[in-house]
């Protein structure tokens, strides 16, 4: 469909595509599988992707909120649908300080809700890392970039 087709190009002063003689619309940036694509940036798709695991963290409130359901399955819930909707397509996200700030913030503020630590508790991020035996956030993406990197390197020029 020529209305919907469009194209994105990395390269400087690319060629205009046309489709049976009708130059296609050049675009900046798409969602595909619920992922935006962007030529410069991944804010807007880690934006896209907290509000998405933030609205999946609350459709659970009542399962955080429960005594009847031990930590360890919470947190077991918690990995299976929360960090795996905040995590899609994140092997090929370029971060900033700031991008390592709002993702590390969700995660140890999610912990801390599941662990039903609030304010007047104080407990240092490496204490609820180990006590809910996760990981620091930036260092789980860094192994998924790593790992993705890997599989590409061994596909080699096929």
């Known amino acids: 469909n020529k209305k919907k087709t469009k194209t994105m190009q990395f390269v400087q002063s690319p060629p205009q595509i ?22 410069s940036k991944t804010e807007k798709d880690i934006t896209n992707r907290l509000q998405k695991a933030k609205s999946s963290f609350h459709q659970l ?11 360890k399955t919470k947190i ?31 995660h140890t503020k999610c912990l801390r809700k599941i662990c039903k630590i609030y304010w007047p508790r104080k407990i240092t991020n490496k204490d609820l890392y180990v006590r809910t035996g996760q990981k620091d956030l930036i260092t789980v993406i860094k192994q998924r970039q790593f790992r993705w990197l890997g599989h590409v390197f061994r596909k080699g020029n096929q």
Request: hydrophobic share 35%; with cysteine; net charge negative.
């Open 18 to 39: 046309t489709l049976e003689n009708e130059i296609l619309e050049e675009v900046d940036e798409f969602t595909y599988l619920g992922s935006t694509i962007s030529k």
């Open 61 to 71: 409130n009542k399962i955080w909120r429960s005594s009847n359901i031990g930590e």
């Open 76 to 106: 077991r819930l918690y990995q299976s649908n929360i960090l795996s909707v905040l995590l899609y397509g994140a092997e090929c996200w370029r971060l900033t300080q700031k991008d390592n700030q709002r993702l590390s913030g969700f």
